[in-house]
């Protein structure tokens, strides 16, 4: 049976959710079912955890999106602020590897929003992608992948976006929606972030300092450890990150030619998103 099939026939106690991350991927989605099976968008819940640390583009993008689907989006928090969480977790930044902040900030807060109930839930992942997803295993959550199914790929994506509410303005700068201090950005992004919003890129340097390993001094009561305590990258302070991107950025390449393509259309011809990449689907797709 196709998705849309599974969907109709649901029993009517079933709950059909989308979770929106202010990403392409999932923002598409929400479109394409609301054009093509509106019967299903009518029953749709639509919803986006906000971790409070979300890029003002975020929010914009989610206002245009609620006025298309002429529905609400359910905003969803943890109910408290990233620094409160750093706190609990003995401030330790989050990383690939402790992704705390993911099952804090958007997992449980999606879990306490379905409760028990059963629950279809619609994944924007798409057919020409091979990423698994960091998605709740509630046995009363089935997922449905619709883009996979309908054969749609990146560039219809863009497409979808781009005739209707527009591609939201980050993806000028940055590959993936999020927080504006999430590790899983690229150099380059980092550096993006401290042009587009230095206050934020400021914001992501304080917490980054204030987790530094620290020990106790008799003179001066405190000094950081080894010069470099947890930082948001493996590679080094966000200063580094930045010093090496804007290096990068004056090395010329012989490859190097003006673009004089829009940015919009240059997204549709990049390579595929990174196959490696394991943000979570919640946070970016
Ligand atoms: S966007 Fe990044 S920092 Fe924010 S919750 Fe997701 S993984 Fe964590």
């Known amino acids: 049976m196709k998705w849309h099939e599974l969907a109709l026939n649901a029993d009517k106690n ?11 991927d999932s923002t598409a989605l929400a479109i394409y079912i609301r054009d093509h099976h509106p019967e299903i968008s ?5 919803f986006f955890c906000d971790t409070g640390a979300e890029l003002e583009e975020v929010y914009e993008i989610l206002d245009k999106l609620e006025a298309y689907l002429g529905k609400e989006i359910t905003r969803l928090s943890s109910g408290k602020p990233f620094e409160h969480w750093l706190k609990m977790y003995d401030n330790y930044l989050p990383s690939p590897r402790q992704r705390w902040c993911t099952l804090t900030m958007k997992i449980k807060p999606f879990e306490k929003f379905v409760g028990d109930d059963p629950v279809i839930s619609y994944i924007g992942i798409r057919a020409d992608e091979n ?17 996979v199914e309908d054969g749609i790929v990146r560039e219809d994506v863009f497409q979808t976006l781009e005739n209707t509410i527009g591609i939201p303005k980050y993806y000028e700068w940055r590959s993936r929606s999020g927080c504006y201090f999430c590790f899983f950005q690229r150099q380059n992004e980092w550096l993006g972030l401290k042009r587009r ?35 948001w990258h493996q590679s080094g302070t966000l200063d580094e990150i930045v010093e090496r991107a804007e290096e990068k950025e004056k090395t010329p390449t012989l490859s190097k030619k003006k673009e ?10 990049e390579l595929d998103d ?12």
Not at 17 to 23: D, E, I, K, R, T
Not at 131 to 147: C, D, V
């Open 14 to 24: 079933t709950r059909h959710v989308l979770g929106l991350s202010g990403g392409k």
């Open 42 to 46: 009518e029953k749709m819940e639509y």
């Open 131 to 147: 990423r698994e997803g960091y998605i709740s295993k509630k046995p009363t959550i089935k997922a449905l992948f619709p883009f």
């Open 197 to 231: 919003h230095p206050d934020r890129f400021e914001e992501a340097k304080r917490i980054e300092r204030e987790v530094s390993q620290r020990k106790f001094d008799w003179l001066k009561t405190e000094v950081e450890e080894c010069g470099q305590g947890y930082t």
């Open 260 to 269: 004089t393509r829009k940015w919009q259309d240059l997204l549709k011809s």
């Open 274 to 285: 990174d196959p490696e990449d394991q943000a979570c689907l919640i946070c970016s797709l």
